[in-house]
């Protein structure tokens, strides 16, 4: 074992130079996207609605069975700004939980955007200006995804348009700056530019928004202009492949540190993050045939895994889009306006969707709470602020480091510290003068939702 508090590096050389696709290795089938009944808006759903909008390159990973995709070299290049992003063993935290637990994270708040959202914002745009296109149109929750695309468009010389759901633009006005400081045309949503937002507006004039709204006015406001096309930042496959970057490189490291992780935790909004941590770390952990496990961590106001259903769904709320098997709490719910707001995601991914309905990765959830006052406790500990998002995936971490010190035994630990919270210093100031408001839908609610979505 190296020294404690040691962080463990890479070289620039050694940033990968493959994705990983883990379809090519799991023992289970994903179910595709099928095509959807009329929609909402009296278009037809499914393939005719959306593929369109994906360029055939990123189309032809989402399906493929490759194990490894080579990334392009301007990618790469582009990666190698500010990649490989550090692994730290969080000594100060174990101190502090009194712990026989080794606590690793990989820290993605690094990047110039701020969260690991860039690793898949700079390859879409490599991929959508080859194939010719001049605008790239987008919904983001808590604003990460939004940031990074603005930011990794610049170089291709693309234009932005970016739906930011109303809840989190205002709890985090930076977020739409900085977007708009990288060019972005920002536009809160629900939006009275699209029909989509119109009509939830007139459902709910104080809608606080969805993600499931602002993708869904993304696709309806790029579907109209021939020059544009609609980009996501998470759930997707080929999003998740782009991720594997973190969790490859986090294998490099692990071994520098002489280590491998018992469990491996990543914040769960639609997966990305989860994903491109866990992903490699379960090649191996089957390979080489160990224990690891794989825990996705939601919060209670968004409980999609942990209290949703395993059925087929609309990615976004108007239903434009393929239906995709998933759990989901329906595409109409609208969880409480958490300050996570990249966690608010009806779905999960259809690829963690089917790990987790076969019982090969995890889920937990937790209450407001307890996830601020484990963002507190670590930027105590380690002096970084996590992002609300992260913060999730700090509260697994320390609870299965106080399990460890309760059982009396080592415990290695290994989570994805997916953004910096400096622009979440609000919800941290909301927290600590104890106005935090814990919220759950109730099984009623979940039940309407999927009743009014389909379902």
Known sequence: MKAPSDVFPLDKDQVPTHWY?????????????QRAP???NGTVGGDSAVRPHLPLSLYRQSTSSTRFIEIPEPVRAEYQRWRP???????RLEKA????????????????AGSHKLNTALAQAYYYQRSGIREVVTGTGAGQWGSALAMACR????DVTVFMVRSSYEQKPYRGTLMRLYGANVIVSPSDQTEVGRKALRENPSSPGSLGIANAEAIEYASKRSDARFSIGSGENHVLMHQTVIGEEALAQMELAGDFPDVVIGAMGAGSNFAGLSFPFYRVAQAEN??????????????????????????????VTPMVKMYTLGRRFSAYPIHAGGLRYHGAAPIISAMYHEGLVEAASYAQ?????????????EGIVPAPESAHAVRAAIDEALAARQRGREHVVLFSLSGHGLLDLSAY?????????DVAPTDEEILASLRASGA
């Open 369 to 381: 709470s307890v996830v601020f006052d484990a963002g507190v406790g670590f930027a105590r500990a």
């Open 290 to 319: 160990r224990s690891t496990r794989l825990v996705a961590v939601e919060p209670d106001a968004c409980p999609k895994m942990t209290r949703g259903r395993y059925i087929t769904d609309h990615t976004d709320f108007s239903g």
């Open 429 to 437: 100031e909301n927290h600590l003068a104890g106005n935090t408001v």
């Open 155 to 158: 170089p291709y010389g693309l």
């Open 21 to 33: 696709n883990i379809l090519a290795d799991l023992p289970i089938d994903v179910p595709g996207p």
């Open 97 to 112: 939980l009194d712990t026989p637990a080794r606590i690793y994270f990989k820290h993605e708040g690094t990047s110039p």
């Open 85 to 91: 992003t550090p692994l730290v063993r969080a000594t």
């Open 38 to 40: 009329q929609a909402d």
